[in-house]
């Protein structure tokens, strides 16, 4: 049985998203605020967190953050009131794989949660370093940090997801609706030119020569893959 953590100061909507996601087959685990459900985070490890934006003692930005830098990578799932685009995508640049607007519907609530649970495991510790050298930058995925000749390199949430799965899965070319689906999420940006910007954004700060990537490369008529190496 999988559990998850919702976060949620509205006792009525925490509880209706309690007693719906227990009717599903779901272990539930709640908090009221930001900070308690942060602890729960770390304490419990539940599979996937339903996480309120505006909370008490520490908002969902803060506790999205927060457990990225720890390298927590379970599936968060974001609710908030806030219906502007920048709010949204804030969001999931702090780690978020997935929103939903309140007033929310919850047979889409639940759709959004189990395309969470389907989508690929991570691969096995072991099997991938989560630290990569492209040149003379190196990617610390668990940390979130990038250095490039020794100097701080900032990269956003979305540009540390492309390049982790194009690491995942060195050599191999991954369409833009792979990297849409697996980094994104299934309908949260829905033009392919939104991973092309990315990319284009990637060169720009990891390459010598953007105009000629040694590492991001372009598969023509297909998608991107990534070429590791000093």
């Known amino acids: 049985m999988k559990t998850i953590l919702v976060i949620e100061d ?10 719906n996601l227990e009717h599903e087959g779901y272990h539930v ?23 309120d934006l505006m909370l008490p003692k520490v908002n969902g930005y803060e506790v999205c953050r927060k457990a990225r830098e720890e390298g927590i990578t379970i599936p968060v799932l974001m609710l908030t009131a806030r219906g502007e685009e920048m709010d949204r995508v804030l969001g999931l640049d702090m ?11 919850l047979p889409e609530l639940l759709a959004r ?17 989560e630290r990569i050298t492209l040149g003379n930058a190196v990617i610390d995925f668990k940390r979130f940090e990038t250095l490039k000749d020794g100097k701080s390199l900032k990269l956003t949430r979305k540009e540390y997801g492309i390049l982790r799965l194009l690491a995942i899965r060195e050599g191999e070319v991954l369409t833009r609706d792979d990297l849409l689906e697996e980094v994104w999420g299934h ?15 990637l060169r720009n700060k990891l390459e010598d020569d953007p105009s000629h990537p040694r590492y991001l490369i372009t598969v023509h008529g297909v998608g991107y893959r990534l070429v590791l190496g000093d």
Not at 10 to 19: H, P, Q, S, V
């Open 10 to 19: 509205d006792l009525a909507i925490r509880r209706g998203l309690k007693d």
């Open 113 to 129: 949660i189990r395309a969470l649970f389907r989508r690929p495991p991570q691969a096995e510790e072991g099997e991938f370093s």
């Open 95 to 105: 780690g978020a794989d997935d929103y939903v607007t309140k007033p929310f519907s």
């Open 29 to 51: 685990i709640e908090a009221a605020d930001g900070e308690a459900g942060y602890d729960l985070l770390r304490e419990k490890k539940p599979d996937l967190v339903v996480l």
């Open 187 to 201: 309908d949260s940006y829905p033009t392919t030119r939104t991973v092309d910007n990315h990319i284009g954004l």
